[in-house]
């Protein structure tokens, strides 16, 4: 696919995918491949292609003599980032929000007490760098630059848990945090306790302190579900 199609299929992609997870396609809506194309004015070649992606995530599903139709959201691949950064995109933000950080508050507390057990000198100098990042950026209305800290910070310690399960949630995560950011959902200047529970999970993990590196890591998710309380109620 040369570069203008590849920009023609992204377009396409994000216009249904945004129109889908918001609701103006309710499940069961058909989506005919020819309605499509004349709408963006694309080939029916592109279409194709953006079905087989939106298929992919479960959102549609082709039928023969019927076209593509729209699957119930039960059905979506809720993690799937780009579902993610979607329903994030839409009125039902704050609900997303909360859901997905309710997630990360029952995952990342354990991740960070098994990082404590098993992570690598080299996973440690990583975790204590972007805590020092953060830091450094959360003052002065950094958002963006405390945001690569944060996602990079947040990874490291689902990966450095050892169970690939957590460590695939990084995606997940990083979505999360970034949709906070560029959505506004987020104070110009993050919390300074946070940024400092952040700096001590470092240390934790340094440790070896599991016990610790977990309850510090639930008092950050609770503390960003309050945030949510103020900012996406």
């Given amino acids: 696919?040369?570069?203008a199609g590849r920009g023609l299929h992204t377009h396409v992609?994000?216009?249904?995918?945004?129109?889908?997870t918001a609701g103006e396609y309710p499940q069961g809506s058909v989506l005919r491949t020819d309605e499509v194309a004349q709408r963006f004015d694309v080939s029916r070649t592109v279409v194709r292609e953006?079905?087989?992606?939106?298929?992919s995530m479960h959102l549609v599903e082709s039928r023969r003599r019927v076209g593509v139709t729209v699957r119930?959201?039960?059905?979506w691949n809720v993690y799937d980032p780009q579902v993610i950064r979607w329903r994030l995109a839409g009125a039902d933000r704050p609900r997303q929000l909360r859901s997905l950080t309710v997630l990360r508050s029952a995952v990342e507390p354990v991740a960070?007490?098994?990082?404590?057990?098993?992570?690598?000198?080299a996973q440690c100098a990583a975790l204590t760098e972007c805590?020092?990042?953060?830091?450094?950026?959360?003052?002065?209305?950094?958002?963006?630059?405390?945001?690569?800290?944060?996602?990079?910070f947040h990874r490291i310690v689902l990966e450095a848990s050892g169970n690939e399960m957590f460590a695939r949630l990084g995606d997940v995560v990083a979505e999360v945090?970034?949709?906070?950011t560029h959505h506004h959902v987020m104070f110009d200047d993050p919390d300074p306790?946070?940024?400092?529970?952040?700096?001590?999970?470092a240390e934790a993990v340094r440790e070896g302190d599991a016990a610790r590196a977990e309850e510090i890591t639930r008092e950050i998710a609770m503390g960003a579900l309050a945030e949510l309380d103020v900012l996406a109620p």
């Fill in 1 to 3: 696919m040369t570069t």
């Fill in 13 to 20: 992609l994000d216009a249904l995918g945004l129109a889908i």
């Fill in 50 to 55: 953006v079905v087989r992606v939106l298929e």
């Fill in 72 to 75: 119930p959201t039960e059905e």
């Fill in 112 to 121: 960070a007490g098994l990082a404590a057990r098993h992570a690598t000198p």
């Fill in 131 to 152: 805590a020092l990042g953060m830091v450094a950026t959360s003052r002065g209305h950094q958002l963006e630059g405390y945001l690569r800290h944060d996602i990079a």
């Fill in 177 to 180: 945090l970034a949709g906070r």
């Fill in 193 to 201: 306790a946070a940024v400092t529970l952040h700096v001590q999970v």
